[in-house]
């Protein structure tokens, strides 16, 4: 059966990205390494040292589908119409864009809640995993008990502000298990189960 796989880069302090929505140094391991990455865009390759990309290979093989806010997609311009990962983009949102110029790209706009997003992406996964991206969906994912793994590419830098990991999570403390971790070069993967 597929999980619901919350991952992002974070800072030591829980960031994902300044408060102008900047990532900074947190993707700088995505470019030190001499080992190629791909995954799943063929012009979007990364670098990696071979810790992480084992470790890339590894988890985001496993990605069948992506569910991720308006936000992201926005900032992204939806990747321009390639999934980052998987097959296809879950995008929670209020009101789909009306001028987007990817009409026939695999990204679905889901107005009616990150639950009905969460289901719609599983069940077009199959056998695969669904990725849930890191800031207010993933806090609102937890408290509703829709995640089943975090995926946290812990990054050697302090922010002190910005767009929290969690968002604004407010709802009972969560329980993990005991993390898998991963030394890569500037920055160390670390894989948690979420305990039910």
Do not use: C
Request: proline residues 6%; aromatic residues 10%.
């Amino acid at each position: 059966m597929s999980k619901v796989i919350a991952n992002a880069t974070v800072s030591l302090d829980g960031f994902i990205a300044d408060e102008s929505d900047r990532v900074g140094p947190l993707f700088d391991w995505y470019g030190n390494g001499d080992v190629p990455f791909n995954g799943g865009d063929p012009e979007r390759v990364f670098h990696v040292s071979a810790a992480s990309a084992a470790y890339m290979e590894k988890t985001w093989s496993r990605i069948g589908t992506a569910v991720i806010g308006r936000r992201l997609f926005d900032l992204t311009n939806g990747w321009n119409g390639r999934p980052a990962a998987g097959e296809a983009v879950f995008v929670v949102t209020h009101e789909a864009p009306a001028d987007w110029p990817f009409p026939d790209a695999p990204f679905t706009f889901v107005s009616d809640g990150l639950a009905s997003a969460i289901a719609r992406a599983r069940a077009a996964a199959g056998d695969k995993d669904v990725s849930l991206t890191g800031g207010d969906l993933l806090g609102q994912a937890l408290a509703a008990g829709l995640v089943d793994e975090l995926q946290v590419d812990l990054a050697p830098v302090v922010f002190g502000k910005g767009i929290r990991f969690f968002g604004g999570h407010d709802g009972p403390p969560v329980l993990l298990g005991d993390p898998e971790v991963v030394q890569g070069d500037r920055v160390t993967h670390l894989r948690y189960d979420v305990l039910r």
